[in-house]
């Protein structure tokens, strides 16, 4: 629940000063959650004391869990992280208030995505990405492009037919497209602003005959609409930037999962790599 539904449900009076503080906190919701106690607390006249109670009335653990609900909607709510520096820079915090506010936000986007994922949906992608004679791409551009080169690394371990879909090189992503059909599956990521590249990407594969799961912030991404499966991984941050902590948790237990239903071709695998990886990369101390 946010504060306006806090207050909506919250079915004992408040005293004259805690009905202030509420119209001051809902008429600024929610960018006037992010001054400090303090300043809330001067523009009713009352104490940062009495802000701290009301908001434990409320049902926050604590002024930082509200002032953490208040910055994801101010980053759902902005598009760009040059509009958000300013709304989640206003209050100044110190180096260690960032290192304590980071750590709170991603334990609650982990959280929330792990409660509210589509159980179905995971199941579906595995079974999908582990079909036989299936050709798995992966594609992710700009913010996205770590997820899928993490991804498309570990997954190549496990299947034989990886390949990860770049916007630099010989090819161009029209090329790389060229020809997909019934048997490729596309494992795709995006994340606002959202890639216009990939939800085109997302769209041919259907249009072609292949299926798509996606990997996103927002079931209302624009490439959503055009997949078969959908993961959304929530990435709210104290900074201007977003972080994708769960949707990395999300991929790693996607990863998990397709090495349980690839156990033994992974087996397999690995134990050639570890001879090539020893022949060609690994030097022991003094040799040339």
């Given at each position: 629940?946010?504060?306006?539904?806090?207050?909506?449900?919250?079915?004992?009076?408040?005293?004259?000063?805690?009905?202030?503080?509420?119209?001051?906190?809902?008429?600024?919701?929610?960018?006037?959650l992010?001054?400090s106690?303090?300043?809330?607390?001067?523009?009713?006249?009352?104490?940062p004391?009495?802000?701290?109670?009301?908001?434990?009335?409320?049902?926050?653990?604590?002024?930082?869990?509200?002032?953490?609900?208040?910055?994801?909607?101010v980053?759902?709510r902005?598009?760009?992280?040059?509009?958000?520096?300013?709304?989640?820079?206003?209050?100044?915090?110190?180096?260690?208030?960032?290192?304590?506010?980071?750590?709170?936000?991603?334990?609650?986007?982990?959280?929330?995505?792990?409660?509210?994922?589509?159980?179905?949906?995971?199941?579906?992608?595995?079974?999908?990405?582990?079909?036989?004679?299936a050709?798995?791409?992966?594609?992710?551009?700009?913010?996205?492009?770590?997820?899928?080169?993490?991804?498309a690394?570990?997954?190549?371990?496990?299947?034989?037919a990886?390949?990860?879909?770049?916007?630099?090189?010989?090819?161009?992503?029209?090329?790389?497209?060229?020809?997909?059909d019934?048997?490729?599956?596309?494992?795709?990521f995006?994340?606002?602003?959202?890639?216009?590249?990939?939800?085109?990407?997302?769209?041919?594969?259907?249009?072609?005959?292949?299926?798509?799961?996606?990997?996103?912030?927002?079931?209302?991404?624009p490439?959503?609409?055009?997949?078969?499966?959908?993961?959304?991984?929530?990435?709210s941050?104290a900074?201007?930037?977003?972080?994708?902590?769960?949707?990395?948790?999300?991929?790693?237990?996607?990863?998990?999962?397709?090495?349980?239903?690839?156990?033994?071709a992974?087996?397999?695998?690995?134990?050639?790599?570890?001879?090539?990886?020893?022949?060609?990369?690994?030097r022991?101390?003094?040799?040339?």
């Open positions: 629940m946010n504060l306006n539904q806090r207050i909506a449900s919250y079915g004992r009076k408040l005293s004259k000063t805690e009905r202030l503080l509420v119209e001051e906190m809902q008429a600024r919701y929610p960018q006037g992010l001054e106690a303090t300043a809330l607390a001067k523009k009713v006249g009352t104490s004391s009495t802000v701290v109670r009301l908001l434990a009335k409320l049902g926050y653990e604590s002024y930082a869990q509200a002032q953490m609900e208040a910055r994801s909607e980053t759902a902005l598009a760009s992280p040059g509009e958000r520096a300013d709304a989640v820079g206003a209050d100044n915090p110190s180096a260690r208030a960032c290192l304590n506010n980071a750590l709170l936000h991603d334990l609650h986007n982990l959280k929330e995505t792990f409660a509210s994922i589509d159980a179905a949906a995971f199941e579906s992608a595995v079974r999908l990405l582990t079909q036989r004679k050709r798995v791409h992966v594609l992710g551009f700009r913010q996205a492009a770590p997820l899928a080169s993490h991804v690394l570990y997954l190549n371990m496990c299947l034989p990886v390949k990860p879909m770049a916007a630099a090189g010989p090819l161009s992503l029209e090329d790389q497209l060229l020809w997909i019934e048997a490729d599956v596309l494992l795709a995006t994340f606002r602003r959202y890639s216009v590249a990939t939800a085109g990407a997302v769209k041919y594969f259907r249009q072609r005959g292949g299926k798509v799961v996606l990997i996103t912030d927002s079931a209302s991404a490439a959503a609409a055009s997949a078969h499966h959908v993961l959304v991984a929530r990435s941050s900074s201007p930037f977003d972080s994708y902590t769960a949707a990395f948790s999300v991929c790693n237990a996607l990863l998990a999962a397709v090495a349980q239903r690839r156990k033994q992974l087996g397999d695998a690995l134990e050639r790599g570890e001879g090539l990886w020893d022949a060609q990369w690994i022991s101390p003094g040799g040339e």
